[in-house]
């Protein structure tokens, strides 16, 4: 509890114990100074004035900045209303009543934010900066890239980088939501915002503190709340036109009828005073954002980042979702899967001709020949290549050992006279031909990611009616993929253009305002089609700048399982939103016409008011509730 609310809290007890005196002394006492009203009224003004007073600074305030009609100005004149037709307790009742429901409110919202505002922790405040042997502490704005900093046992890693030495279990929690420590040693790739655990690291940082990993976290979270959802915004017009008309309402019920029908002027003044403590929209005006924030909450404890409320009723509507391949579904990590050899070649002398072949290329492909290489025992050694030339868009040529060996596609082969037997088998081939002869070729694929499978799985189960994936491989590779993994539908060997072409289509489909589409990307390449769809997730620990900006939601550990979970809690956002909004408009509606019509007193007033704020308010916080959305959750 902050210090303002306690200080509301000691007020509210000062007045309840004053009240509490009062009401005695009025009902039971009954002392002979209290038979006159003047005295009585004082003396409740008392905790009137203890309980209400910046309400009354408030509304005076919003009044003389052209904001008349708001919850303070209800309150204020519903009281004094109160005042004026000799119900002194329960005008005081009626502020005590609303101090309560605010205090509640305020407490409520402070928890909601406590899971994103706590992210605003793991923002370090300085680098172990090593140099010439020394270490000093500086800003982390002031470490230049390139530079050597030291991560201590229990410290916060200030910037991106790779370890160069130490080895040592990291918290990422606060980034990704996995409770799970990692280990990094030499040669890991370490994000700022971490917490280093027991061991000493040496880090070479690879970005400046602008472009690191907890700055652009720390970005996404304080421009969330500026992006409000569409039901947020119907919230806040309808309750820009509800007050002035309800004011008006309150009004035109105390004059009208005694002129009318006749009857006491101070009866319907007393109902016109009920009216307006019904009217009042506080439950509507916090419960309803206030949902929408506890769902991004929801969702940044888990790890994922939702840039608005608008962005998180989009996807409680997702019936589509586009996947790129590369880097989202699998890793982007190339590896040798099989070893085609031609007659009396064995797999030793295929792969040593590739490898050597790919030895000055630093294409992941190559790379990945050359890794399988050295996997067998082998070393390069270079002295044995000579005359290296390469051929754009067809591989390259050597001469080993003498020898002329060709690796690349199939038309490499051809145009130099040299028949290879083609294969269909999915993944990028690479054709490798010695002295004049075809060797064989080389089966390379990208490794799937472990939980993609299980991330499609879980959509469906969530309610999502089609997977797409659009690829620029292969058809052979991109259809085995897509069968692997169980996506409805892919669209292989696109450039970044189709793919929005792609995207657009599918967007063509969904005209009738019912389902909406989503595609899942990582690469700089992803970005147009990011922005194009009706909302763009992107993978933050791998995934490029450019993907992250154009983004709408981001996954911070990359993990695809957790595209579930945001359907999951943003369905369940809305039901809430829904909720609240029903059950507030339809008890205020049912207490109005009661007491338009005499039949409700100030009592039923304050629950109207106080009491559906709170209910509302208790039902709003079941989305802080963010454990019981887990993966398992798409299974409901």
Request: net charge negative.
């Amino acid at each position: 509890m902050t210090d303002k609310q306690k200080k509301v809290l000691y007020r509210i007890i000062a007045t309840a114990l004053l009240y509490a005196v009062l009401l005695v002394m009025e009902h039971i006492v009954k002392p002979a100074f209290m038979e006159q009203w003047y005295v009585t009224l004082v003396l409740f003004l008392i905790p009137y004035f203890v309980i209400g007073w910046d309400i009354m600074y408030k509304a005076v305030r919003n009044i003389s900045h052209g904001q008349v009609f708001d919850e303070n100005f209800l309150m204020l004149i519903a009281t004094i209303g109160a005042f004026v037709v000799g119900e002194y307790s329960e005008g005081v009742a009626v502020m005590l009543f609303y101090q309560v429901g605010e205090l509640f409110q305020s407490y409520a919202v402070n928890r909601s934010r406590q899971s994103i505002t706590q992210l605003m922790d793991i923002c370090p405040e300085y680098a172990n900066l090593e140099e010439d042997g020394k270490v000093s502490q500086v800003d982390p704005d002031d470490v230049e890239v390139g530079s050597i900093i030291v991560v201590k046992p229990g410290e916060r890693v200030p910037l991106d980088g790779i370890v160069i030495e130490g080895e040592s279990m990291v918290d990422t929690s606060s980034l990704t939501g996995e409770s799970v420590p990692r280990r990094v040693a030499k040669d890991s790739e370490i994000i700022s915002g971490c917490v280093n655990g027991s061991g000493l690291l040496r880090v070479k940082t690879t970005k400046e503190f602008d472009d690191s990993t907890v700055t652009r976290i720390l970005e996404l979270v304080e421009n969330a709340s500026s992006k409000k959802a569409k039901a947020e915004n119907f919230i806040t017009k309808f309750a820009k036109y509800y007050t002035p008309v309800v004011v008006i309402g309150a009004l035109l019920l105390a004059v009208i009828p005694p002129i009318i029908f006749g009857g006491n002027f101070f009866d319907w003044l007393q109902r016109a005073c009920i009216f307006l403590v019904i009217s009042c929209p506080c439950a509507l005006v916090i419960s309803v954002p206030l949902s929408f924030f506890g769902g991004i909450g929801a969702a940044s404890a888990s790890g994922i980042l939702v840039k608005g409320g608008n962005y998180l009723e989009v996807a409680a509507d997702l019936d589509t979702i586009v996947f790129d391949k590369t880097g989202t579904l699998t890793k982007g990590e190339f590896e040798v899967n099989e070893l085609l050899t031609a007659d009396g070649v064995s797999e030793a002398e295929l792969l040593e001709a590739a490898a050597y072949a790919e030895n000055f290329s630093d294409h992941p492909i190559a790379a990945s020949i050359k890794r399988a290489f050295a996997k067998e025992g082998n070393e390069i050694a270079a002295e044995r290549i000579s005359d290296v030339k390469e051929v754009a868009g067809h591989g390259i040529r050597i001469l080993l050992d003498g020898a002329e060996v060709f690796a690349g596609n199939e038309k490499l082969l051809s145009d130099n006279s040299i028949a290879a037997v083609l294969t269909e088998k999915p993944g990028t081939v690479v054709y490798v031909a010695k002295s004049g002869s075809y060797m064989g070729c080389v089966i390379i694929s990208d490794t799937i990611k472990p939980e993609a499978r299980q991330a499609i799985k879980s959509l469906k189960q969530a309610g999502v009616k089609q997977t797409v994936m659009l690829t620029g491989d292969r058809k052979k590779a991109g259809e085995a993929v897509a069968k692997e993994l169980g996506i409805d539908t892919v669209y292989t060997q696109l450039l970044p253009a189709d793919k929005v072409a792609k995207v657009e289509e599918l967007l063509a489909q969904h005209t009738d305002g019912k389902g909406k589409v989503a595609f899942v990307g990582d690469g700089i390449n992803d970005a147009p089609v990011l922005s194009r769809a009706d909302i763009g997730i992107a993978m933050g620990s791998m995934g490029s700048d450019a993907a992250i900006e154009a983004a709408d939601i981001v996954l911070m550990d990359d993990d695809t399982t957790k595209i579930a979970k945001v359907v999951t809690i943003a369905r369940k956002t809305l039901v809430i939103v829904r909720q609240n909004i029903v059950f507030a408009l339809a008890v205020k509606a049912f207490i109005l016409i009661l007491g338009a019509f005499g039949l409700a007193n100030m009592w039923e007033a304050v629950f109207a008011d106080v009491g559906v704020s709170v209910i509302a308010i208790l039902n709003a916080m079941r989305m802080l509730r963010c454990l019981l959305y887990t993966s398992d959750a798409a299974d409901e």
